[in-house]
Structures are given as structure tokens and as C-alpha cells.
């Protein structure tokens, strides 16, 4: 099988999966195939995109793959296993008695956070798979995907690998009383899935498993920033990438980042970026 969708990655699979459906928006595409048994399947995936892909059922007795890179992984391959491959890397893929569902989301290069040069693969990532997971279980469901729903989630998967490499992480680095690492990634993980609605000091401590003064000291001495204003950095960041990337107006891009209305937004993109939102659009 040789597929190309808009210029974003080859597969050269054989033999070819029984089924396989994608859905694309601007800011990413989700696939899922599925496949009956074989008993060898071969082929590689050249990429312009980032992938990231789960194994949803059945599996293969081995999985074999080599990245252009020299990265290797032999193994078995079952139910959530996730496997990440950077954009411009190629992998060559061996299966042996091979039957199961799949998912992947490409992300394009960009979006305001530098994702991982290097490949991985895991046999448990609760995040990812859970993720790839409800794509999944939304696509069967409805036959497409919310856009929105699409580029939140996307946004809180891109902030998610990056502080899993540790590529790019928060300013300041963790003294004595700080969080641990674990603890930044599942609070920032936590405030990326839930940018469009209000996200309360009472959850974020939770998320931690801290109290909430202890949480606030500690999160402003890992990050150099009080947690009202990472989540409003945050927020600026996908209004922006709203104003860019779309025609929406400025109180819709208010509320579909979280903000209580117009003039909230407007005061918090001024602080931050110097400039009002419409001065931003007419910039550029």
C-alpha cells in the first residue's frame, strides 16, 4: 500500500489494512486502521509530520522497527503500546502474526512548541493512550471530529511531549520545595486540557497531590510564575494561534480560550504581548 495525504507522511505498508479512515483540521489529522490477521507485514512510514501512534486492540507477537536515525525497538506489541515518530524521520517496520486497531495524530511542525528530535516507544503511557483513545471512540461515534475539541486537545498532546523530552521546559529549574517533574507535567497537562473553561487552584493542587498554599509557593518557585499566570500565558498563546490561523472573531477566540469575556481578554493579551488582539490581526 502507498499513501500520501496533503504532503504530510508515506506509508508503504504490505500488506494494506482492511480499513482506514482520517479526519484533518487545521491544525493536525487523526487516523485509525485496522487490520485482520497476517502473518508478516513490512513496509515504512516517511514522515513530514510528528506521529504520534497507539496500538488500541490485538497487537503483533513481534514488532520490529528502525528509524533512518539508528533508534531500534524489537518486541511484542499489544493494547497500549505508543510509539512516537519526529517529523522528517523514516522507520522501517517488521510484524509477525499481526492483528489489531491503531491510531495516530500527526502534528504538524510548529504550533509554538518544539517537539522531540528523538523516537520512542512505550508499552504504557496512560496520557498518550487515553488520548489517541477518546479520538477514537469519538470518531466511531460520530463518523468526525469536533475542530475545537480537535485543537485543544492537540495543544495539550504538543505541551505534553514537550515536557516529557524535557526539549523545552519550564524557566526555572526545581530547589527545595519545589514540584518534581512528574508534578509538572500532570498540572500542565491538566490546565492544557481545560484552557476553555475555568480551571481552579483547587484542582491544580489536586492534581499535585499538594495543598493549595504549598502548591502555589512550589509552582511559582519551579516555573518563576504564579499559576494564574502560566494559565493566562497560556491561553494568550492559543488566542494567538486563533488569530493567526482563523477568521474568528475576537469574542469568540474570548471564550474559546477560557477568558470571561472581551474585555478580560483584551487586557490580558495587551499585558502580555504589548498589543490589543484586533492591533495583533491587523499586524500581520
Known amino acids: 500500500m502507498l499513501l500520501k495525504t496533503r504532503d504530510e507522511h508515506i ?32 513496509g515504512d512510514i516517511s514522515s513530514d509530520v510528528h506521529l504520534v501512534m497507539a496500538t488500541l486492540k490485538g497487537g503483533a507477537q513481534l514488532h520490529e522497527y528502525v528509524t533512518d536515525e539508528g533508534f ?11 510509539s512516537y515518530l519526529p517529523a522528517n524521520c523514516a522507520r522501517k517496520l517488521r510484524l509477525k502474526n499481526v492483528c489489531w486497531e491503531w491510531a495516530a495524530i500527526a502534528l504538524p511542525v ?30 466511531d461515534n460520530d463518523s468526525a471530529l ?50 476553555t473553561g475555568h480551571i481552579r487552584i483547587t484542582e491544580l493542587a489536586a492534581t499535585a497531590g499538594l495543598s493549595e498554599g504549598y502548591f502555589h509557593r512550589a509552582f511559582r518557585q519551579t516555573t ?11 491561553r494568550v498563546e492559543k488566542a494567538v494561534a486563533l488569530l493567526t490561523q ?9 471564550l ?11 487586557r490580558t493579551f495587551r499585558s502580555i504581548m504589548g498589543v490589543a488582539p ?3 490581526r491587523r499586524s500581520l
Not at 482563523?246 to 474570548?254: E, G, M, Y
Request: glycine letters at 12%; charged letters at 25%; aromatic letters at 12%.
Open 11 to 42: 506509508w508503504r505498508v504490505r500488506p494494506e489494512a482492511d480499513q482506514r479512515r482520517r479526519f484533518t483540521w487545521q491544525g493536525g489529522a487523526f487516523e485509525i486502521g485496522r487490520r485482520g490477521h497476517a502473518d508478516c507485514v513490512e
Open 278 to 280: 484586533q492591533q495583533y
Open 246 to 254: 482563523t477568521d474568528k472573531t475576537v469574542i469568540d477566540i474570548a
Open 146 to 195: 469536533d475542530v475545537t475539541y480537535c485543537d485543544t486537545m492537540t495543544l495539550a498532546l504538543r505541551t505534553y511531549l514537550v515536557h516529557r523530552s524535557g526539549v523545552a521546559g519550564l524557566t526555572a529549574p526545581r530547589g527545595k520545595g519545589g514540584l518534581t517533574p512528574r508534578q509538572v507535567r500532570d498540572v500542565t497537562a491538566y490546565i492544557a486540557c481545560r484552557l
Open 110 to 139: 510548529g504550533g509554538g512548541l518544539r517537539l522531540s528530535e528523538k523516537p520512542f516507544t512505550t508499552s504504557r503511557d496512560d496520557f498518550l493512550f487515553g488520548m489517541l483513545s477518546q479520538f477514537q471512540a469519538l470518531y
Open 256 to 266: 474559546d480560550t477560557g477568558f470571561a469575556g472581551p474585555s478580560h481578554f483584551a
Open 72 to 82: 531500534r525497538f524489537s518486541g511484542s506489541d499489544r493494547p497500549g503500546y505508543v
Open 224 to 234: 518563576g510564575q504564579s499559576p494564574l499566570e502560566y494559565v493566562n500565558r497560556k
